[in-house]
Structures are given as structure tokens and as C-alpha cells.
């Protein structure tokens, strides 16, 4: 059995640029409850990843651990190839080359925006320090704020104040927790966009921590999904979002159905008839469960069927159908907005063509066939 | 990131935060290893039982005369309206001004033998006529009991008003009265801080050794006083220190009691307060008078008389005025209460930014030692550093100083300092705390980030944050030192006099009139921080108001 595992893709460069975050084997507990558990992930110097999951998940953990404001249990850390915490050694955060940027922004707020930039500067003399504040000014376009105090700024302003304070020394690596949940809806996309193409464009290397699942799929090149202090799953979004690795990712990584499902000679069956078939499963009889998204899910009014619509939500450009299907399950449908089938109506549910939905075995994803899921020990499996 | 500290550890700044806390602790670890390690050894001094019943009942005294008027008049004005009780509200707390060895003396000119009120009734039924003796028990807890007052009345007004008026509409519309709603409902839900403001009453009233002495009233302190002054006997002085510290203990484990389990914390609830009803007529006037009665005597008449003597003898003796020693004593108290103040404040910040810098336990533990120092008595104190100083003494000259560092007979003023730090570095620290805890700790952890080490990090962001708790602590400490006897007392070396102590020496030989003006100068420092009390409070009250 092959399953999609949580391990770590290897950036082109990292054999030549060391990376520049790396967590080997890395634990931490706060008193009984587990805040990472040995954690494995490795940060190639230039890339933006986004750290998601839910509360408890042991991202903030992540965070502190890196920093140096947690000391690890267990485990290496290093920030652009350099040791700095293991058994024996640990680096204060003063002395890591590491930038955090905070949801509450955390100005000082007795110092004037060019004061709050130059604070990481002291080893730099004052007029290279100057330079380099008017530089990451210009980088977020607020020179011209320089002179106020952070209460005078708006939200946005302050969130780029704090980003350009945390990019100043030029850090290995840059944590943003959650840097955008403060902002205004109306705000935060516009933000998000900005701080986004600054990160790119100075080529810093940054960690995004949100809890936000667009936000995590349309910013990192890579999404991390952690749970109760394991990584689930890290890859590029689209292969986050298509190919979850375990039933957790694909229930919070967007909506998803589970529908009990089997595969028969590389054919994929369930309630609603076939959905599709599986190459390379050619001897396979196995039970599994299949994930369906609702814009996978197609509907069509049939008063023969036996499913009916069990609610309907307006969400502007989609129509959001509940289905009850003859077993008591039900499947969610998005439909284009102009579309609305009442509540009570018959409807023959289907696949949308061209879906190759995911198949867990158990709380895993499998891409390949189960070693006892073959025709030839065709008894029936005790569970079932 | 919620958690508020740097968790990973900074042994410099954990050995910091140790350091202040033993700081404080050694005194008092010095009188219990003494005390109980002399037992058998010193002598027990005659009516010693006399003593603690005397203590017993001075402290039950003044507990239950600041029950009844401090309790009384929280729920007068809280539950009632009634001719200028918006301004009564704030005017009652006023008495906190006047320190009980004041208050003590002028009590005691106005009443006793020969003053105005024995003269006049002597005048109209003759000499013979029978008096209450004036010197006693009673009266000590009478002006001990008005000058304490305040602090139940603050705490329980405080808990009144955070009670929602829907736990009060409801025991009302189940039909209970408004006694039976205030026995059943309203004082349970209170006894937590009512048991805070007892016990606050009862440790001053420990502490205190100058005021009863007025009184004749023998408490274990004043024995502890005495022994020490008269004998020097050091194994006598701490084994009543140890008692005075039991009776300590008592009341704060009394206080724990009363307060259980309880955390009847209403906080927060869109609950208005309660509703006061309109007293009308005679009664609104009965209850304006019965509040102002209380200002009268615990501080309208006091200061009017402290000023009629200060006139008095400005006219007859306009010398007086340009005294010298005036000027030195003025001096002496405002040096013991600069430095003070200075150290409080130094040593919070930095236990402050300590806990920052390294969480954990055992900072934590340390932390809460630093103030414990204000639940111990004045008298504990102060034979606690002694014994220090002396110990300390006796070491160097065993390693080959001689003479040591004379730190007994010539530092004494560094004792006093060290007395009051130890006693005035709990309110200093919640100052200080309470600023500490409006810097986010992403504000910290972003300074770390940037490269700044703790040392930066104090003087650049910590400090300059903490700025508005720092001012609040060094006045509120430098008050509480310009107004403390029992340390001074105590402690000071030959020869060395600050204000209160020359009042309670004038006062002591009855030279009221040439003991006003020091006490006055007292009286107005001590309003200072009753002024901004109340202004703190009634910021919180109103506000509180505007958002329910």
C-alpha cells in the first residue's frame, strides 16, 4: 500500500543554498498536551509556504519553536544551515536570523514608523541604517509616514509597517502569524496581495501561518497542513486540494462528502452508481471511501430518483444543494447561481466527467492498490 | 501565540528575579530561624497572655467597627439616593488621609481630661462627674476603626456595584424584602472582598504600635517595641515577631476561609448596576448625615483642629515656624521616601521584565515572594532585618573585619530603607504589573526577533512602556513611606527623625499644637493618592456605566 505521505519536497536549489528553515525530529509539550511531535519539514531558501490547520494544530508551536521563544524537547533546528537548537546548543531569538510578524502587528508604539524600521539596525552605522529604512519604506510605500507614530496608521499601514521592520535586518527566514485576521474584510485581499509581491520580490523566504483555507491555497507555493502536532500533508496547493493525503486534509481543506465506495476490477462504484474508473487497479476488489467536493457533485431533476434536495443555500455565485440519497447520506452540489432546484425535488446524482476523486482507505488516501485488496483473496474482508 | 512569556530559559534573569525575591525573604526567614531556634533560651516577657488577648481584641475591635461603618456605608450608597450622596461617594474615602497616629492625638486632646469636651461637662455637672476613661481599648478601636474604614467601604462598594441588578431584581421579585435580599443575596455575593478589606484592616491594625501606645494598649507589637528599645534582647523581640507573624498567617488563612471556594466574579454581564432608591425627606437627610458624620470625625474635624493649632501657633510663636529641625526632618523623610520610592520602582521593572524575559514556575513562585512583604508586619519587619544586618555583622568580623561593616550601629538608615522596600514593593510591583500587562507580548518577542537582547529591550521598550505604572508606583510608595511610623521607629539610628516620627514624639509628651504642622504636611501628601484613588475609580465606574 502506497500513501500519499507528509514527506518533504525537495526545492531545486536546496543542494546548493542550505535550507533555510529546517526542523529535524523536532517535539515539543507543554505540560500534558502535545504541541508538535517529531516534526519534519524543511523550508528551501525563496519559498513562501503557508502553515495551516486548526487551533491546537501546533502551528503557532512551529512558530515559537523556530523563533527561539520555545526551547524544542527534542530535535535540530537550524535557520540557513546554522544549528540553533538541538540537545546541547540554543541560540537566543536575538541572535537568529529570524523576522516575525504578528496579527496585533506589534509596533512599539512610542517609537515614529522610521524608528520601529531602524530597531533591528543597531549593528549597522547610522547613516547605512538611514539607507536601509528608506529602502524597506519605499519597498512598502510608506515613506512618506516615516515621521508617524504607529496609532496614527490604519490597519493596512500598520501591517506593512511591521513587515518592512521584520525584513530591515535582512532576516533568513521571515514568520507571519496570522498577519492579515486583524485587517478589515474589505482590507485584507488588497494587503494580502501587497505583502505577498513585497515577499516575492525581495526574494525572502517566509512562513505564513493562517487559518484561512484560501488564503493558505492562493499564497504559499506550498501549504503545510498540521494536525494535533503532526504534519498531515505538504505539497503544492492544487495537489492539496486534488490529491489530499488523509481524510482530515480533505474535509478541511475545502468542503468534502465521504461516500463508502468500491473498486472492482478498475471500476469505482458507490450509491450513486459508477464515478469513475481507476486505472492500474485492473485486479482489484476493494472497499474504500470516495471524496467528493461539490463542484464535483452534478444534479438533474429525475422523478424517478430516489435522492431529493434537503436544503438550499444562496451563496451569490453558487447554489449550494444538499442532497439526501436513499441511504441517509448526503452529498453537497454546487450549482451555477441561476440554477435552484426546491427543496423536495428528485434528483439523479452523478459525477461531474472528467473527476478523478480521491479514494481513502481507511483515514489515508491510496493511489495504488491495497497488497490484500486483489481479486485473488476474493473473500470478503471480516469488517465487511 | 498566547502564551505571555519567552519560554525558553534565561538563567541571568531567573537568577534576578531569585535574587529579589530572597531579597525579601531573608528577613522574615531570619525571625522564624530565630524565634523558634531560641526557644527555651529567652526569657518570656510577664503578661505575654495579656498581650495576645489585648491583640485578639483590638484586632475583633477594629474589624468589627470598620464592618459596621465602612460596610454600612457602601450599602447606604449604593442602595439609596439620598441630598449629596454623588459627592458623599467619593468624600467617604477621605478619612484614608489621616493615619491613625494623627487622628489618634487629636482624639485624644478633644477628649480626654483636659480637653473641651471633659472641661465643658466638668463645668456643667460638676468635677465629680464619671468619664469613660479616654486611655483604653475602646477608644483605640473607635479611631482605629475610623481612620480604617475606607478600605472595607472601597472593597465592598466595589463588589456592590459589580453585582448585576438582575441578581437583586430577581431576589426582589421572588418576593424578598430589601433586608432579606441584602442578608441573602447581596452579602454572600460580597464576602469575598468584604473578607479582603477585614483583612487588610486587621494587618494594619497588627502593624501598628505607635497609635495604641497613645492609648495604653499593650499588642504584641508594641512589646516587640518595647523589649527592643529597653532591652536590645534579641531572642525576646523575634519570638514575638514569630507571634505577631502567626497572628498574620491567622488572618490571612482567616481570609481564604471566609472566602472559600467562592469566585463570584459577575464580571462582564450587560447587568446594570443596582438601581438606588430615593430616600425622601427626613430619612435622605438621617442618611446624609449619618455619612457626613463619619467624614466629620475621620477627617473634616481632625484636619480643622490640626489647622486651628497650626494658626495657633504660628500667631504665638511665629519662631516655631523657622525651627530648624523642621527643615532637617522634612529633609530625612523626604530622602527615605525618594530612595524608597526609587528602589520599589528599579527592582519592579525589573521583576517585571525578569518574568518576561523567563517564564516558568519557579519565577512565578519567586515573583509572588517579591510581594508578600506587604502581609508582614511592620514590627516582623523590622527585628528581621536587624537580625540580618547583625548576622552579617557578625560574619565579617569572624572573617577578620573588624568592627564589620558596623552595620548595626551606622547603617540603620539603610536598614529603614531595606524595611520599607521589603513592605512597600507589593503595591510598587502591581503598578508596575498592571503596565507590564498592556504590552502585548508580541511586542516583546518582536524586539527579540529584531536582534535587540534583554538588556536593550528593558531600556528601549520595556521601560518606556511601563512609564504610566512606574509614575503610579513611585508615588503611591514614596506616600506610604512619608506616612509610615512603626519602621522608623524601630529602625532609626540616633539622632535620626523624619516627620511622622516627630509627630508621634510631640504628640506622645502632648505638644499637639507644635505637632500639627508636621502632621498636616503628612495629611496633605497622604491626599494625594487618595485623590487619584478616587479619580481611578470613578474613571472605572463611569465607564463602566457608559458601556452597559
Redesign the interface.
Known sequence: MTTRTASVQRHPDADRVPAALQLEGVSKHYGRSPGVVALELTIAAGELVTLIGPSGCGKSTTLRLAAGLDRPDAGIIRVAGEVVADGRRFVDPERRRVGLVFQDHALFPHLTVARNVEFGLDRLTRSERRVRTGDVLDLVQLSHLANRYPHELSGGEQQRVALARALAPRPAVVLLDEPFSSLDESLRAQVRRDTVATLRETGTTGVLVTHDQTEALSVGSRVIVMRNGVIEQADVPEKVFEQPATRFVASFMGDADFLPARVHRALLTCEIGIVSTVPGWANSDVDVDVVLRPHEVSLRPDPDASARVSAVEYQGAFVLHHVRLASGRTLRSWQPHTVRHPVGTAVAVSVAAGTTPTLLLGDQAITSPPPNGSLKRNQPTPSS | ???RT?????PVWTAVVILVALMVATPVLAVVLDGVGSIGEAVIPRGLPEMMLTTLALMLGVAAGTLLVGGGLAWLVTAYRFPLRNTLVWLLVMPLAVPAYILGFVFLSVFDVAGPVQSALRAVLGSEVWVPQVRSLPAAVLVMSLSLYPYVYLLVRAALIEQSADTYDAARTLGAGRGRTLRRVLLPLARPSLAAGLSLVMMETLTDFATVQYFNVQTLSVGIYLIWKGTFNFHAATQLAVLVLLFAVAVLASERALRGRARYHQRGGRGQSIQPEQLRGARGWAATTLCIAALAAGFLIPVLQLLAWAVQEAVENPGFLADPRFGEYLVNTLFVATVTALACVVLSVTVGHGMRMSGGRIVASAVQLTTFGYAVPGAVVGIGVLISFAAVDTALERAGVPGGTGLLVTGSVLGILYAYVIRFLAPAYQAVDASFAKI?P??T??????????R?ILA??HA??ARPGVAVALMLVAIDAVKELPIVLLLRPFGFTTASVWVYELARENFWEKASLPALVIVAAAVLPVFVLVRHAHRAETGRRASS
Do not use: I, Y
Open positions: 501565540m498566547t502564551r519567552v519560554g525558553a530559559n534565561r502585548p508580541t511586542v518577542f518582536a524586539a527579540l526577533s529584531l536582534g535587540a537582547p534583554p536593550r528601549r521598550v518606556p512602556l
